[in-house]
């Protein structure tokens, strides 16, 4: 249901999988790695070692809509589906194969919102998985995310991570920024031309970035009906001890229990969907 593409070294080295368009409407994974692509078509950059494979667009159906995903999020049904009912649960049984036959998995992500910043995801701190977070050209980083789950039903959270986490892969995700921003397309490239150079695969010399922050992902809200944000929100702005955050058509506020940060706000969010996540920084 999705298109690869497959470059084998001839010598043996790290077999790493690069993951676009999870959710359909999140392109800049996509464009990145059709330019990484085209790069080593044309011989610009030469593979010496291991093996890649791209998927630029694992949700090709909802990339042509322009949404986020057709049936049901797909980053919430990475498993395999004895008797898969719909378009994401079957492009989950094709994918949970590609995640099986490699070492390393970057998943390619990007946000809502216009100017948000870019981050990644360490859902599953392990030595290896924050090695590869350290190749990330980020400064903030979200951990917890499997924790603020456990206690909430409406979610089932079956996502690349986890999968690749259970399967005793490397494997973290990485949000670039706003979906159609050339800079969050440029932190894309620059991400996995990092982990090809660090694991060899390429000759190059990678950037070292500084290791990123950490943000303790505490909690997350539901849109349970109408209502809207109560300000122009972007993912990582600080919010206070009290402040509204959200007002429902009724007339209920929803209102941060302390100073710390708002997580990718979703100001388009559907009824019954996340409407957006707080957070506070580790220490």
Same mark, same amino acid.
């Not at 610009?44 to 791209?54: A, N, Q, R, S």
């Not at 070292?208 to 539901?222: G, H, T, Y």
């Given at each position: 249901? !999705? ?13 790493? $999988? ?35 494979? !791209? ?13 986020? !995903? ?46 948000? #910043? #870019? !981050? ?54 990485? #949000? ?26 390429? #000759? ?40 509204? $955050? ?38």
């Amino acid at each position: 249901m !999705f298109k690869k593409f497959c470059y084998d070294s001839g010598v043996e080295g790290v077999k790493i $999988l690069f993951l676009g368009a999870v959710h359909g409407n999140e392109i800049a994974g996509t464009v990145a790695q059709q330019q990484i692509i085209s790069d080593l078509e044309s011989g610009k950059i030469k593979l010496k070692k291991g093996k890649i494979t !791209f998927i630029p667009c694992v949700n090709e159906k909802a990339q042509k809509a322009d949404v986020r !995903f057709v049936d049901v999020n797909l980053n919430r049904v990475i498993k395999y589906h004895q008797q898969p009912t719909n378009n994401e649960e079957k492009i989950a049984n094709q994918l949970v194969y590609e995640i099986d036959n490699c070492d390393v998995m970057l998943d390619l992500h990007s946000t809502h919102c216009e100017g948000d #910043e #870019e !981050f990644a995801f360490i859902d599953y701190p392990k030595a290896e998985n924050k090695e590869l977070l350290s190749l990330m050209p980020v400064e903030k980083a979200l951990a917890g995310w499997p924790e603020i789950y456990k206690s909430k039903q409406e979610i089932d959270d079956f996502c690349t991570e986890r999968y690749a986490f259970n399967k005793g892969k490397t494997g973290i995700t990485l #949000e670039c920024g706003y979906h159609k921003a050339e800079y969050a397309i440029e932190i894309a490239k620059k991400a996995m031309l990092n982990v090809l150079a660090y694991y060899r695969c390429i #000759e190059a010399i990678f950037e070292q970035p500084q290791m990123p922050c950490i943000v303790q992902l505490d909690s997350f809200v539901i849109k349970k009906t109408e209502g809207k944000l109560s300000k122009n929100y972007k993912h990582m702005m600080q919010v206070k001890n009290n402040e509204v $955050l959200a007002i429902y058509d009724d007339g209920e506020k929803i209102i941060s229990p302390y100073d710390g940060y708002i997580i990718m706000p979703n100001h388009d969010a559907k009824i019954c969907s996340e409407w957006f996540y707080l957070g506070r920084q580790k220490v």
